[in-house]
């Protein structure tokens, strides 16, 4: 029997739609009013907790913001996904101050935010929904992806649910609490950010997405879909478990029936066609199989997705129809070869990263999640560790789509009914992602090494095991790898301490190994001298912590050995909080990334750029060509590179021709002279490739660049446009720090802003950024209406520089 027409379902548009003819809808809820709150002052905080009576009548007293009448005119109008603590003042810590108290402040980036700041650790959120009589006879919830952190969310003054994860997704029934007789139906999230989960910037808020789903009585519940693979000679079996739910009064008889869609669209098969039964307010489920003859098998070189599309059928009527997005894949961990994707070895060349970014703090849009994978993809990347808690499913979804190999860790290694619940939402989330090549259940735990430590993991894996048999277990551990929690995973991680690994493989030859974290490298972009007292670390590859090692050391050591399955640096992204190698103000973020805060590459990037991607020659330059004062004084040159030779010549004048060593890279000492030093990489005797820098003159000019030009006008899409200070002559200035403006004509705005300085005190909701190292960025979100937008950047006594874009419908 064919499948219904596409059109048996209905997707609401983004934004606060009204109720569909059809069985199954989801509406973003994108547009919110926000306030802050304050955690110590109950009328400041609307009246939540006003009394000993606060919960003591369901649908009134609890908080006067909750109540469906409640006047939020004077509100900020905001977008979801939004962080309020990007935008919070930042906070040095007091002197004297405890040290546990003044770490925790650092830990966060100094914002003004936590138990000392009551005035600005609780945000209410509200939004109207469209609500209709027909929706009486349909199951309603809202699906929220991350909310940071308490949350508690009321319908129409009704406490409808909470959540107390700052990571996991959670759903809240909202059916019973509706008014369908043309009254006001306002959802309103009390959000308390005041206590933390991590020891790295969290942000705050509701920072992923809302959607609010509606379904007939019968239909497919939330992550009820499970899409497995596994390899059958030159084909593929695919398995499929649907779980269906009834809402009604009544057993029903219900008929699911199943087809593939290949990853052009077209018809791919059929599964059997299968009868449930379906007990009043109860589930059933269906498992189905189908033999694919020549599948294309899912790759960061081909990230082909295939679609389930399933329908609910009661009496021959479609009550409901989902679909699910999965690819096939084989993925194993092996002792001796390292990870086998397809039956292929694959070296792991991951990253580690936070999610936050420049401009908006946790608050990433879709786009900006899809452009921080392609910057590393750039440099030869194929993997991310979502250190340390689930990711946004956007990102996952842009994994899938651009085939970036996904680690997707728990936020808590505990077994407690809180951490475990959270953990089975994540992993019923996340199952269908071919990205996703593992799960960690925990990152460098105090209890890793001991028997309770190992009781706990082995709890929590026995929970993967029962969801999600078709991946491996990992844990990041920074000891003990050979006891507790290292004898229960599948898999394990080294953070740092990779020259260990031969010692213990050659103790454990069975047991899979990679480096979970490895690097660590610390550096300021554009700066190439330390300076302690500004808070400068040069951009070579000499600095890191004692406990890591320089991208060379870690790398040259995983390339050749197989049975190390790659490696994650910590990390791709500088991130705000946890300020290495300087833990005082007013350094606000990390020092790690090989690329900034606002993902322009540091020097790093090219040498894993180089040995990442080895079938595109390559050489890279450092440091720039602008050293007043410096004349006649010698300069250490460094080249990054793939190909057999470098020969380095100043102006024009060879220096000398030098062999590349593998995974390796090569210095000079160069007296300076102004000018040009230049860079060419031979291989086979041949140029193939040339890297350049030049004397700068004074910033005469700026330049726009944007990764794209067509934006969609769905008042959600970003372009990330970067401005450079040139001279007169084009040349970067790379010195440069002037303070420059941004504005906007049509329908958009710039959302934020940022330079890569981790010690940068200006405003990220803003404008006006000044360039660090002659670079910022700016953050243009379009909005809903097509057409032009023209962005234009000023500073005084500069040529401006302007940029269109273009915004259309989908």
Not at 635 to 648: K, S
Request: glycine fraction near 10%.
């Amino acid at each position: 029997m064919p499948l219904a027409s596409p059109a048996a379902a209905s997707v609401a548009a983004p934004g606060d739609g009204g109720a569909p003819a059809l069985p199954r809808a989801r509406t973003r809820l994108r547009n919110w009013r926000f306030h802050l709150g304050h955690a110590a002052d109950v009328e400041r905080d609307f009246g939540f907790g006003r009394d000993q009576r606060t919960f003591a009548k369901a649908g009134t007293g609890t908080a006067d913001a909750a109540a469906p009448d409640f006047d939020d005119h004077g509100w900020q109008a905001v977008q979801v996904p939004h962080d309020w603590a990007v935008a919070l003042p930042f906070a040095p810590p007091a002197a004297p101050a405890p040290k546990d108290r003044a770490d925790a402040v650092a830990a966060h980036g100094f914002k003004a935010i936590g138990r000392d700041f009551p005035a600005n650790s609780i945000g209410w959120y509200r939004t109207s929904i469209s609500v209709e009589p027909a929706d009486r006879d349909r199951a309603l919830w809202l699906e929220f992806d991350g909310v940071f952190r308490e949350a508690t969310v009321f319908v129409n003054g009704y406490v409808a649910g909470t959540s107390s994860s700052g990571y996991a997704p959670f759903a809240v029934e909202i059916g019973d609490f509706l008014d369908y007789d043309g009254g006001a139906n306002v959802v309103t999230v009390r959000v308390d950010a005041s206590l933390g989960e991590g020891w790295f910037y969290e942000g705050a808020g509701i920072y992923r997405h809302v959607d609010m789903v509606r379904v007939g009585r019968v239909h497919v519940p939330q992550w009820g879909s499970y899409v497995r693979s596994e390899a059958a000679g030159s084909g593929a079996r695919v398995r499929a478990t649907l779980d269906v739910a009834n809402r009604g009064d009544a057993t029903i008889e219900a008929v699911v029936r199943q087809a593939l869609l290949a990853p052009d669209g077209t018809p791919a098969g059929t599964l059997p066609e299968q009868g449930v039964t379906v007990a009043a307010n109860g589930r059933g489920s269906v498992d189905a199989q189908l033999l694919l003859s020549a599948p294309r098998r899912w790759s960061p070189a081909d990230p082909a997705l295939y679609t389930l599309v399933s329908e609910v059928l009661v009496g021959g009527v479609v009550v409901d129809r989902y679909e699910t997005r999965f690819g096939i894949r084989d993925l194993h961990f092996d002792a001796a070869r390292g990870f086998l994707l397809n039956g292929q070895p694959v070296k792991l060349r991951g990253v580690c990263n936070h999610q936050d970014h420049a401009g908006v703090g946790t608050g990433i849009a879709d786009a900006l999640h899809r452009w921080r994978i392609a910057q590393v993809q750039s440099m030869g990347a194929n993997a991310w560790r979502s250190a340390h808690n689930p990711p946004a499913t956007a990102l996952l979804d842009a994994a899938d789509a651009m085939g970036m190999m996904m680690i997707v860790e728990t936020r808590r290694n505990s077994s407690d009914p809180e951490a475990m619940a959270e953990l089975e939402r994540t992993l019923r989330r996340d199952r269908n992602h071919p990205s996703v090549i593992a799960w960690s259940l925990g990152n460098e735990e105090p209890h890793q090494g001991s028997a309770r430590g190992a009781r706990i993991t082995a709890a929590l894996q026995a929970r993967v095991r029962a969801l999600d048999p078709s991946r491996p277990t990992t844990f990041a551990l920074d000891n003990s790898w050979e006891k507790g929690v290292g004898k229960t995973v599948d898999v394990v991680g080294f953070n740092y301490r990779t020259d260990q690994i031969e010692a213990f493989h050659r103790a454990h030859p069975d047991v899979p190994v990679y480096g979970s974290e490895t690097g660590s490298t610390v550096s300021t972009r554009g700066a190439y001298v330390n300076d302690a007292a500004t808070h400068v670390v040069r951009a070579y590859d000499t600095e890191h912590p004692w406990w890591a090692s320089t991208a060379e050391a870690w790398w040259t050591l995983a390339a050749d050995r197989p049975y190390i399955a790659g490696g994650f640096i910590w990390t791709g992204f500088d991130y705000r909080g946890e300020p290495t190698p300087y833990p005082a103000y007013p350094s606000i973020s990390s020092y790690f990334g090989v690329l900034d805060t606002c993902g322009f590459a540091k020097d790093n990037y090219y040498y894993y750029r180089a040995w990442w991607r080895t079938d595109q020659p390559l050489v890279h330059l450092l440091p720039h060509w602008t050293w007043p004062g410096r004349e006649g004084k010698p300069i250490e040159v460094w080249v990054h590179g793939n190909c057999d030779e470098v020969e380095l010549l100043l102006n024009g004048r060879s220096l000398g021709r030098k062999a590349m060593p593998r995974n390796g890279h090569l210095a000079w000492q160069v007296p300076y002279a102004p000018g040009k030093i230049e860079a060419r990489g031979f291989v086979g005797g041949r140029p193939v490739a040339q890297d350049a820098r030049e004397t700068a003159g004074a910033p005469a000019k700026l330049r726009l660049r944007c990764d794209r030009t067509r934006l969609t006008a769905d008042s959600g899409d970003v372009a990330m446009v970067k401005v450079e200070v040139l001279d007169a002559a084009d040349v970067p200035v790379p010195d440069a720090a002037v303070p420059v403006r941004f504005t906007v004509a049509g329908e958009g705005q710039v959302i934020g802003v940022g330079n890569g300085d981790p010690t940068c005190l200006e405003a990220d909701v803003a404008s006006r950024r000044t360039t660090f190292h002659g670079l910022a960025q700016a953050i243009v979100r379009a909005g809903k209406q097509p057409g032009p937008l023209r962005v234009t950047a000023e500073a005084a006594g500069l040529a401006p520089a302007t940029l269109t874009l273009f915004t259309h419908l989908l």
